[in-house]
């Protein structure tokens, strides 16, 4: 007896040295990341380019408590994009549960994204997957396109030998991002009546709009029809224009000092600080909005644009208001479409337009369902057969209407 109390306490004493050896963690599963402390980082990757060739056959499945199923009796699968070969309908009140089969025959993998085709536009539905498990959506606001659109260059030329001849003309010459070069005529002149901070020093100023796909540019003038070529970009006689300039800024403003360099004997320019300089860097060009959704237009300064503010207008439409401060816009029907028109003012008096396209239209040409869903390649078993590769997208539309029905007209995925 005494022997094996000590053999019992020996082993214990064994099992808690081991276990004070072995680190306390452990993992359900392999992460993309590591965890330490309260926090988690994870490792961003990026997907390979979508290869595979695919093809896709979807299921409607029926819910019998909480198992799905498949009535092959009742039933039938849709190959390709269509369903039902016309308009699919979920009933109000109900919830209508999909398979969607993907099956690759290359050995690359596929990553495919899987949409609903126009369907109907409503407060009241709920997209949503089961597998792989992604979190219910709902038909809410989407922006289909954010445009980045120009930068304002400000420039005087009041000192400027032959580069304000009554028949001379000015450009400004720039670069975009592959390499090639553009000319814009300046013609556009501030009002300098509006220049309350006495900036311009009553000196006649001019803009132009430079893309913002331009990385450099430089002033140049025909001289009275002798210098700068508007045909290819050159200039004939080098004091005919400026040095090339690549810190682009609104709030900078240049102008010629009348005197060329000693080297290139390009003329010479300084700057000037325009504070509240016009520069548009990002808007929404357009928006779907659902009815009694809300979205916002609002261009944040400093962030969408630099001026002294912006303003919004409808300027064409029916069912959708906009608040002309804020832009937060409303909608109160669907198949309704409006223009926005968003004025953003300079400290200088200038000022620039962009335009929304907003609309809630009856029915969406397309609805996202899961979006970069690996299909596998086909691979060889060890009977040294081959086995094309598949993953199934189980996915549902979720009608809480008490009395409206929805459609879609199909199916279809992009890879």
């Known amino acids: 007896m005494k022997k094996s109390r000590i053999l019992f306490k020996v082993l214990v004493v064994l099992i808690i040295a081991a276990a004070l050896l072995i680190p306390s963690t452990f993992s359900w599963y392999n992460h993309n990341g590591s965890q330490t402390g309260d926090s988690m980082s994870y490792s961003r990757q990026k997907l390979p380019v979508s290869a595979g060739t695919v093809s896709m056959v979807t299921k409607k499945y029926k ?10 009796k009742g039933n039938k699968e849709y190959v390709g994009n269509a369903i039902d070969n016309t308009t699919s309908t979920v009933n109000a009140s109900t919830v209508q549960y999909y398979g969607t089969t993907f099956t690759n025959t290359s050995t690359a993998p596929a990553y495919v994204n899987l949409y609903l085709k126009n369907f109907t536009n409503s407060p009241t539905v709920k997209i949503g997957t089961l597998q792989p498990s992604l979190t ?10 954010k445009n980045q659109n120009m930068v304002r260059v400000y420039c005087q030329f009041a000192n400027a030998n032959n580069w304000n001849d009554s028949s001379a003309k000015r450009y400004l010459v720039y670069k975009d991002k592959t390499g090639a070069s553009h000319n814009i005529q300046i013609t556009s002149a501030i009002d300098n009546t509006n220049d309350t901070g006495n900036i311009l020093q009553g000196t006649a100023t001019y803009y132009v709009d430079l893309p913002v796909n331009a990385t450099e540019f430089y002033f140049a003038t025909d001289g009275n029809n002798s210098g700068f070529n508007t045909s290819d970009n050159t200039v004939t006689q080098p004091w005919y224009r400026t040095k090339t300039i690549t810190n682009i800024h609104s709030e900078t403003g240049y102008y010629l000092t009348g005197v060329a360099d000693d080297t290139t004997w390009n003329a010479q320019y300084a700057t000037f600080n325009i504070p509240g300089g016009i520069s548009v860097k990002t808007y929404f060009d357009t928006l779907t909005i659902n009815k009694n959704q809300h979205a916002y237009v609002t261009l944040n300064q400093g962030t969408n644009y630099t001026g002294a503010s912006a303003t919004y207008a409808v300027t064409a439409g029916s069912n959708i208001t906009v608040n002309g401060n804020t832009g937060y816009i409303t909608t109160t029907n669907y198949s309704g479409s409006a223009t926005i028109t968003t004025t953003i003012k300079g400290s200088l008096g200038d000022q620039t337009t962009v335009t929304t396209a907003v609309s809630n239209p009856a029915t969406l040409a397309g609805v996202p369902v899961a979006l970069n869903v690996e299909v596998p390649g086909k691979t060889t078993n060890e009977d ?14 979720d009608n809480s209407a008490t009395s409206s029905s929805v459609n879609f007209a199909g199916i279809y995925y992009t890879k």
């Open 63 to 72: 819910m019998d408590g909480n198992k799905l199923w498949y009535d092959t």
């Open 136 to 145: 219910d959506k709902g038909l809410s606001s989407s922006v289909h396109l």
């Open 384 to 397: 040294n057969e081959e086995v094309n590769g598949t993953a199934e997208i189980v996915w549902y539309v």
